[in-house]
């Protein structure tokens, strides 16, 4: 089912299509969120600020889901502040970063061991219909970018083993720890300012609103990805209200929907 929000759209002027990666295209990490949120209510918990465990879990998930498309740090420069406002004496938010990717790391090692050993295809851990929609966008000669939140060395390993190399080439954009030298907004200029494209040549994927938002700004068009992680069987309300709001054109809950929803981004 494809969500039409504003009639008329068309990516007919696109000639790069810019995707998000973890919940857009790649599954592996699905389930991430379960293991940020108890990490970090776990440590507040530990200040005594009198708050419940429910209390904490609903200020982190906000939080969270609000900074969800921006790097990872930026959720933990964020869980740092909320440690200093409840009076304790925050490390360095890499520091937080690489005690969740350890934790991350022990939930999804079996995926990416049954993905670089061959036991599975790599369609059990992408988004259901992304192989044809990466087709009908090469077909339709748009150059694919892949950026993401997700650190770069990971990024990079992840999309191989997945299968995508084929599609993004060298174009495939992780975060760095200098986490300030990398952003999709600072991608996006850096191809209009190469003048290879201008900015309604953007067509964007993505299920969080970082994405949609850089590409909509730069006069672009956006399809917002409201999958429910890891069926991707319907539309996730609450990620699709955040689509809606970022300013997404179209809502798909995956891309299987890809026979229909070419043609309503390409219509002749």
Known sequence: MIETLRPGAHALNARVALFDFDGTLSLIRSGWVEVMVPMMVEILADLKSGESDEQLNAIVLEYVGRLTGRQTIYQMIEFAEQIAKRGGKPEDPLVYKHMYLDRLMVKIKSRIDDLEAERVSPETWLVPGSMQLLDGLKERGLKLVLASGTDDKYVKHEAAILGLN????????????????????ILIKRIIDSAENRGEEFLGFGDGYVEIENVKSVGGVAVGVASDEPECAKVDLWKRDRLVNSGADWIVPHFATAPALLPALFPE
């Open 166 to 185: 084929p599609y993004f080439g060298q174009n495939i954009y992780g975060a760095l720890d200098d986490y300030k030298s990398f952003s999709k907004a």
